[in-house]
C-alpha cells in the first residue's frame, strides 16, 4: 500500500468516527498538506458523507444561553470584573481576553456540523471534535502572547520515605521575542542539613540559554537511595537549533500539538466562560514540566500516568497541571523497580498551580545571561559578511517577522553555520543552514522517527513531529547546503513556510525512512 492509499484510507477511517493511531494520523495530515490529489479525495468525501447523511435534525441541547453568552461576552464579558491592568491575582482566575466572537463561531459550528452529521455535540467530553477545538484555540492564541509573569505552587508527593511530600515556588517570565526565565525556590524543610535543596535558574535569551542548580538523581536510583547532597552546576546552551524548554509553561503549544491522545473533561465549557480541563499521560505533558529536567532532585513519574491540565478559556493559559498515578497494572512493576509503594490513581503526586498571573513586560534585565560567549544578533546583511553567504530565506512567514540573524560560535557537523529566527508573540520559527559539500547527514532534529516527504515543487525533505526536545521539523539536503527549520507552528502552517524557501531538496545518503510512493 503506497502512501497515497494509507492517507485516504486513513481519512475515511476518521471521517467514520474510528480511532487513529497518532503516527497514522500526524502521517496522513503531513501527506495531505503537500498531496493536491488526497486534499481532493478528502474535499470530495466530506461532500459526498454530508449529502448523504443530512436527515431530520435529532434531539440537541437548547445552545441559546452559550451562544448569546459568547456574543454578549465580546462587547460586555458578562459575569465577570475585568481587574485593572496589570494588576497581580491571586488563586485561579486569569486576565481575560476577548474571544467573544471566535467561541461564538465555534460553538454555532459544532452545532451546525453535528446537526449534518450527526457529530459528537451530546457527548463533547470524550469526542475528538472538544479536543481539536482546544488544539486550535491554543495554536491561535500563540502569536498574541508578547508577554507574561507567574508565580505558580509546585507540591510534590513521593519523594522519599523521609520526605513524603515537599513545597516549591516558582517563577515565569517571558518577554518577546523569545526570551524566557524560570526560577525554582525550593521551600522544603528538610529532615537533615545534608539535603541540598532544589533550587534552578533557567535563562533563555533567543538560542542562548544558561541553567544552573543542583545536579540531578539518575532515574534508575529509588529517590531514598540518591546521594541526597548535589553539587551545583552552571552550563551555557549548546547553540544548536531548539524551542526554548520553558515555552508549553506558558502556553501547551508543543503538549497540544495535535488533539490525538487528549481528553476534554467536564461539559467541555468551549465558549470562553470558565476554565476547561483537558486529561493526557505524562509521557505526553513532559514538556510543560521543564523544570523537571533541569537538575536537582525530583520523583520519578510513569510515562502513563494521567495528568490533568486545567486552561483558562479565553487566553488559553495554564493554571493548573496535576500528575495522578496511572491505574495501568505495568506502573505496579515500574512501582517495584524505583522502590515505591502502591501509589492511589485518586492521590496528586504532583501539582503546580498558578497563584500569581501579569500580562505586564517583565523586565529585559532578567533575562541577561551570565558570563560572555552569547551570540549577539545582527542585521542579514552583516550575517551574510560573517559566515560568506547569503542565508536563505521563506518568501512566506505567516505573519511571524526576523527578529535574530546569528552565527553561532561552536564549530562542529551537527551545528548551524547560521541561524534566523522568525517570532510572533510566543510562536516561533527557526531556520538553520550549514553549508559543505558532502554532507551526507540531516542537519537539526530530524530522527530515525522522520519521514520523507515529496514538496509541491517536487523537492524532497525530511519532517519529524514535535516531541518535549524539540518543535516540528523540517529538514532539506542538497550536495552543498543542509536546512532544519524547526517551529511551534501545526506541521501543515510549517510546511507551507518550507515550500516558500528557495532550495529544493534532494535524497540525504544517510536519512531516514522514506514514505512509499
Known amino acids: 500500500m503506497n502512501i497515497h492509499e494509507r492517507t485516504q484510507g486513513a481519512l475515511s477511517e476518521r471521517m467514520d468516527g474510528e480511532y487513529l493511531a497518532a503516527g497514522a494520523a500526524n502521517e496522513a495530515e503531513t501527506h495531505l498538506a503537500s498531496c493536491s490529489a488526497c486534499r481532493s479525495f478528502s474535499d470530495r468525501s466530506a461532500r459526498v458523507r454530508t449529502a448523504v447523511r443530512i436527515r431530520p435534525a435529532e434531539p440537541i441541547p437548547d445552545l441559546t444561553e452559550p451562544i448569546m453568552a459568547a456574543i454578549e461576552d465580546a462587547s460586555g464579558n458578562r459575569g465577570f470584573r475585568r481587574p485593572p491592568r496589570g494588576r497581580w491575582l491571586q488563586g485561579p482566575k486569569l486576565t481575560r481576553r476577548r474571544l467573544g466572537p471566535i467561541a461564538a463561531a465555534l460553538v454555532v459550528g459544532l452545532v451546525a456540523g453535528s446537526v449534518a ?8 467530553s470524550s469526542g475528538s471534535v472538544a479536543a481539536a477545538a482546544v488544539v486550535r484555540n491554543v495554536q491561535a492564541a500563540a502569536p498574541t502572547i508578547s508577554s507574561y509573569q507567574a508565580q505558580f505552587s509546585i507540591i510534590e508527593r513521593g519523594l522519599s520515605p523521609v520526605v513524603p511530600q515537599r513545597h516549591l515556588t516558582m517563577d515565569v517570565a517571558f518577554l518577546a521575542p523569545g526570551r524566557f526565565r524560570i526560577d525554582v525556590h525550593d521551600r522544603t524543610v528538610y529532615p537533615s542539613n545534608v539535603w541540598t535543596p532544589t533550587d534552578l535558574t533557567y535563562i533563555a535569551d533567543g538560542i542562548s540559554t544558561f541553567t544552573t542548580g543542583p545536579s540531578g538523581c539518575p532515574s534508575q536510583l529509588p529517590p531514598d537511595v540518591c546521594p541526597p547532597t548535589r553539587a551545583t552546576i552552571s552550563r551555557p546552551t549548546r547553540f544548536d537549533v531548539g524551542a526554548p524548554l520553558a515555552a508549553d509553561l506558558i502556553l501547551p503549544v508543543t503538549t497540544l500539538s495535535s488533539s490525538q491522545g487528549v481528553r476534554v473533561l467536564g461539559d467541555g465549557d468551549l465558549s470562553g466562560q470558565g476554565p476547561v480541563e483537558v486529561e493526557l499521560n505524562f509521557a505526553r505533558a513532559a514538556p510543560m514540566l521543564p523544570f523537571l529536567a533541569l537538575g536537582g532532585t ?9 495528568v490533568v491540565l486545567t486552561l483558562d478559556g479565553t ?10 498515578p496511572s491505574t495501568s497494572p505495568d506502573r505496579r512493576a515500574w512501582e517495584l523497580r524505583f522502590g515505591l509503594p502502591v501509589e492511589a490513581p485518586s492521590e496528586p503526586i504532583l501539582d503546580v498551580q498558578a497563584t500569581a498571573f501579569d500580562r505586564r513586560p517583565p523586565a529585559a534585565s532578567r533575562f541577561v545571561i551570565p558570563g560572555d560567549g552569547t551570540p549577539r544578533s545582527t542585521s542579514l546583511a552583516h550575517l551574510s559578511e560573517d559566515v560568506g553567504y547569503v542565508p536563505v530565506t521563506p518568501t512566506q512567514t505567516l505573519g511571524l517577522r526576523l527578529t535574530s540573524a546569528v552565527a553561532p560560535p561552536l564549530p ?4 548551524p553555520t547560521s541561524l534566523l529566527t522568525y517570532t510572533k508573540g510566543l510562536s516561533y520559527v527557526v531556520v538553520g543552514q550549514r553549508t559543505g559539500a558532502g554532507a551526507s547527514a540531516l542537519l537539526g532534529s530530524a530522527d530515525s522517527g522522520a519521514r520523507q516527504i515529496t514538496l509541491p515543487d517536487g523537492g524532497i525533505a525530511y519532517v519529524s513531529a514535535a516531541t518535549g526536545d524539540h518543535g516540528n521539523v523540517v529538514s532539506l539536503h542538497t550536495p552543498v547546503t543542509d536546512l532544519t527549520v524547526e517551529s511551534d507552528l501545526p506541521m501543515t502552517q510549517l510546511l507551507s513556510i518550507v515550500a516558500s524557501i528557495p532550495l529544493r531538496g534532494q535524497a540525504a545518503a544517510a536519512a531516514p525512512r522514506a514514505a512509499s510512493p
Open 412 to 415: 562542529g557537523p551537527a551545528v
Open 315 to 324: 487566553d488559553w493559559i495554564p493554571r493548573g497541571v496535576t500528575v495522578y
Open 117 to 124: 452529521v450527526g457529530g459528537p455535540w451530546q457527548s463533547p
Open 298 to 306: 525530583w520523583r520519578p513519574f510513569f510515562a502513563g500516568d494521567r
